[in-house]
């Protein structure tokens, strides 16, 4: 590496993930990012454009101290050595390849990064066929987040097209990560207590989950390897379409929209008024200028408090709730540290179980034309710590994906819990100024087999005899079978005859 050339504190995310990165395994906060790249790529000025990008960005230069200082420190290096590494799996099959990516996937999550050397970031290209190759970008969440991970890739793709047509590119110069840390310290926190303390009030436990597995979460799985499980589903395009114009018309984004619908989806499980869920924004300071375009790691992921009004219309509450959200994004840089440390909520409980995500695509599609291939297939691979993530994924059919961890839920609970969000979506889309309380959780067939079909429960009985009469009849045929329970205590035919 080059000479160090800068020193500063970290972000208080950052100086909570180090910390978790340090103590936990080597695929902690580690992304991957993979795409089909079809066309002809030329590795040469592909390579360059990589270290001409990571040459702008101070953060993409910057490794970790945190040995023998009061406090962790960033440390930014003048240059550091940066190669794509290369593979050629052309002469496997396609079962091969899926196989070979999945192990070599899993081998990188595996090596992790020495947190200390930088650039904390790889990049591999593998040759699956004639024009065909797969871009395997890693990089430790430590320096970059949703936002910056397309602006980097981006000013890769700009610099690529000029270099393959012999230009050179000047971009404006990149306002460096240390700006922002600068900004944090110029916070006034006596505000952001004030704000954190009023706006979650009187809080001792978070929402509860009601689907969580009791049996799963009482069994005991120390010692075994945490899984994450996936579940998707997708609305339709007509109800998608439906979602965008009900945002325009009310003057709400739909990030408010899906994440209302999770609010109330949790508020009619858990059966609480308030409810409190995390919620992971940008972080990016409006007054913070050029800020749209600096490259580092922004994110913070903080609670949200959501009160059901029950008689309210959801096109009013959907706008009491994005107002709500503009008040909190005024102090999104706190420490969620501070924030449970001003609530009355244990320190070692958290503060939410669930998360709510409104995530974009990490790379998007391009020109064959500027750039002579295009990109397709882009997956985001990351590692998730709490128990539940709920994101929302635009698209032509807009897609809800529920990360879980498998020791505290069962895939059915999951999946059944996805189908009552997109029930509840499309009841907001097929009449807004419905109230919250008329939301039915149910499809009217549904509705339809509790209230009537599982209620045919009609028999006949003798008609000649009293109910005792029958009761001695059949304490006298089952006179051990157990009649009446009551806490712990039980009593048989025979003993309630008696």
Request: proline share 5%; glycine share 6%.
């Amino acid at each position: 590496m080059g000479d160090l050339t800068d020193l500063y504190t970290l972000t208080p995310l950052q100086e909570g993930m180090l910390f978790h990165s340090l103590y936990s395994e080597g695929s902690a906060y580690m992304i991957q990012t993979t795409a089909i790249l079809t066309g002809e790529l030329d590795i040469v000025p592909f390579e360059k454009a990589w270290k001409k990008v990571i040459q702008r960005h101070s953060i993409l230069r910057t490794g970790f101290i945190w040995e023998e200082t009061e406090k962790p420190l960033q440390a930014v290096f003048e240059s550091v050595p940066f190669s794509i590494r290369q593979k050629d799996w052309s002469s496997y099959g396609s079962d091969e390849q899926e196989s070979m990516l999945a192990a070599f996937l899993q081998n990188e999550k595996a090596a992790g990064f020495d947190l200390s050397e930088a650039p904390l970031m790889r990049v591999t290209i593998i040759k699956l066929g004639e024009a065909v190759h797969r871009l395997i970008w890693s990089f430790h969440h430590l320096l970059l987040d949703g936002w910056s991970s397309p602006i980097v890739f981006q000013e890769v793709l700009d610099f690529y097209e000029a270099y393959r047509q012999g230009k050179d590119l000047r971009l404006p110069q990149a306002r460096p990560f240390k700006d922002y840390v600068s900004w944090l310290r110029r916070q006034d926190k006596t505000a952001s207590e004030q704000f954190w303390r009023e706006f979650l009030g009187p809080m001792e436990n978070p929402t509860p989950i009601p689907f969580e597995s009791h049996a799963k979460r009482t069994a005991g799985h120390e010692g075994l390897e945490k899984q994450i499980g996936e579940a998707t589903r997708a609305l339709t395009p007509q109800v998608t379409k439906a979602l965008a114009k009900l945002a325009r018309t009310n003057k709400v984004t739909v990030n408010t929209i899906v994440q209302g619908a999770w609010a109330i989806l949790l508020s009619r499980l858990s059966g609480e008024e308030n409810v409190v869920y995390g919620v992971t924004g940008s972080g990016r300071p409006s007054d913070l200028p050029g800020v749209e375009q600096m490259v580092g790691m922004f994110i913070n992921t903080l609670p949200m408090k959501a009160k059901i009004e029950p008689e309210q219309s959801l096109a009013d509450w959907f706008k009491a709730l994005q107002e709500q959200q503009s008040k909190v994004r005024q102090y999104e840089y706190t420490s969620l540290v501070d924030i449970q440390g001003w609530t009355d909520v244990p320190r070692g409980t958290p503060l939410f179980e669930s998360i709510f995500v409104f995530e974009n695509y990490p790379l998007g599609e391009e020109d064959e034309k500027e750039v002579g291939f295009t990109i397709s297939a882009v997956q985001h691979f990351q590692e998730v710590d709490n128990p539940l993530t709920v994101v929302g994924i635009p698209g032509d059919s807009f897609s809800i994906k529920m990360m879980y961890a498998t020791d505290r839920f069962e895939q059915a609970a999951i999946e059944r819990t996805l189908d009552q969000l997109a029930l509840i979506l499309e009841a907001i889309v097929d009449n807004p100024e419905q109230s919250l309380s008329a939301l039915s959780l149910l499809r009217p067939e549904e509705r339809q087999h509790l209230l009537v079909g599982l209620n045919d429960t009609a028999t006949n009985y003798p008609s000649d005899k009293t109910v005792h009469q029958l009761f001695a009849e059949t304490a006298a045929r089952h006179p051990e079978r157990i009649a009446a329970v009551a806490g712990d205590q039980q009593l048989t035919y025979a003993e309630l005859e008696a």
